[in-house]
């Protein structure tokens, strides 16, 4: 075992850093409890000091060793001046090099788990055709930084550090020795260039991409996901588990699928829950034609997906006294920070509330937050707020979270972002 905090005390790296990071005074503990990012705002000094600080910009993506202050080995990781998390660490072995070797060995690490929850069936195998499944999961893989998606036999890699964009190469290099795939595509989401100062090219970076549409399935259901051009990865892969949880509680009911991307949930509440009618709204077009294509695909008739604004069209049907038996709210990350927390439980309050006015007595209220700086606690109170006001009491039938190929570092927290719950509104 290389990763033992022990390791803390032993000898000099065995492949030099390029430089040493050095804590000011009590700013160690998180580090030795292996949170994996070192802020800006707890390092003292870089050394050697010869580094001058406007050559600070060489030294990003470099590895670098974490030392306190006095000087003692933490931990190992790749630096970036551009950001806010100036350090993000790999190991906490002196020993262990922060190479490719040890990257193949976390990669390998990450497919072993999702082979373990049944969700990575092997090369050839007729299942991995059409099965979709997040392979790294960053900080939760002990991969700060790298998100990889499968979808049937395309990989889809996400980079959001610095230190990754500068090793795509080598990265793609080691998924294709490890996962034998016919292409895979890059994808950016667009805060990393503002957040860690890089800028990446997205798209196809290795093999052939399928002639016509990818077709994924889940549940039993058939969707298209468009690798280029589709939202995140293409689908919203941390919610499996949980359309199928929702679906249980659909009982042949109506059903507003309110956010509904490419039809995940709507789709799930007709097929797997027998729903009478889904209406599904989102606000992209682009989403809204592919749920519809995916209806259609699946043979439900009963479904059918309206281009929206999620907040104005949840307060029209509730001025038209509209009635349904569930309401699924599914929306975007609305807080980016804690400073934004405040303004997203609002926004949630508002959304939370309309949709209580759609439901009579019984019916069922699924309601989601994908912010990360909004915790479950966050949620749970404004969720008392909603009842409070409304006049109605919640009943909280269920709580989970995303699903295990998106797991939760208990060293680094901030890794559990999906905040899933069933309400009975009374
Ligand atoms: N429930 C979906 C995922 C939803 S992701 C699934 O299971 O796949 C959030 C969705 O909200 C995206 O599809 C996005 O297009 C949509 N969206 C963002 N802002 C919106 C708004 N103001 N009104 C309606 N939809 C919005």
């Known amino acids: 075992m290389p990763d033992t905090p022990l390791a803390a005390e032993s000898s000099p790296a065995t492949a030099p850093a390029a430089a040493r990071v050095v804590l000011k005074p009590r700013k160690a503990l998180p580090f030795y409890g292996r949170h994996p990012w070192v802020r800006d705002s707890a390092i003292d000094r870089i050394e050697p000091t010869s580094i001058a600080s406007e050559h600070l910009l060489d030294l990003d993506g470099q590895v670098v060793d974490l030392l306190n202050e006095k000087g003692r080995f933490i931990a190992r990781g790749y630096y970036n001046s551009q950001s806010r998390i100036a350090v993000r660490l790999f190991t906490w072995s002196a020993e262990e090099p922060l190479d490719e070797v040890l990257l193949r060995r976390r990669l390998a690490a990450a497919i072993g788990l999702r082979r373990q929850l049944g969700l990575e069936p092997p090369p050839g195998d007729s299942a991995r055709e059409r099965s979709a499944t997040r392979l790294v999961f960053s900080e939760a893989d002990g991969l700060s930084g790298l998100v990889v998606d499968r979808y049937g036999e395309h990989l889809v890699v996400q980079v959001t550090s610095l230190a990754f964009a500068q090793r795509v190469e080598a990265i793609v290099t ?38 016509g549409a990818l077709t994924i399935e889940e549940h039993g259901l058939a969707y298209e996901v468009d690798l280029h051009e589709g939202q995140k990865t293409g689908f919203y892969l941390d919610q499996r588990e949980n359309r199928k949880a929702a679906a249980a509680y659909v009982r042949g009911g109506r059903v507003l699928d309110m956010f509904s991307y490419t039809g995940g949930f709507a789709l799930c509440a007709a097929k797997l829950g027998g729903a009478s009618e889904v209406l599904g709204i989102d606000g992209s077009k682009r989403a809204v034609a592919q749920a519809n294509r995916n209806a259609e695909l699946n043979g439900l008739a009963s479904v059918r997906f309206e281009v929206g604004d999620g907040f104005k069209t949840l307060e029209r049907l509730a001025a038209e006294g509209a009635q349904f038996d569930m309401v699924i709210l599914d929306p975007p990350k609305f807080a980016r920070n804690r400073s934004g927390v405040n303004q997203a439980l609002m926004a949630y309050h508002r959304l939370n509330r309309s949709a209580v006015q759609l439901l009579p007595a019984g019916g069922v209220l699924i309601t989601c937050s994908c912010s990360g700086s909004v915790t479950r606690e966050d949620f749970q109170l404004m969720l008392s707020g909603v009842a409070q006001k409304s006049g109605r009491e919640l009943q909280i039938l269920d709580q989970r979270g995303a699903a295990a190929d998106h797991p939760v570092s208990a060293t680094c927290l901030e890794t559990e972002y999906l905040k899933f719950f069933v309400c009975r509104v009374v």
């Open 174 to 211: 080691l998924l294709r020795e490890l996962l034998a795939p016919k292409s895979v595509v890059l994808r950016t989401e667009k805060s990393t260039a503002v957040v860690e100062g890089v800028e990446l090219a997205e798209g196809k970076v290795w093999g052939e991409l399928p002639a």
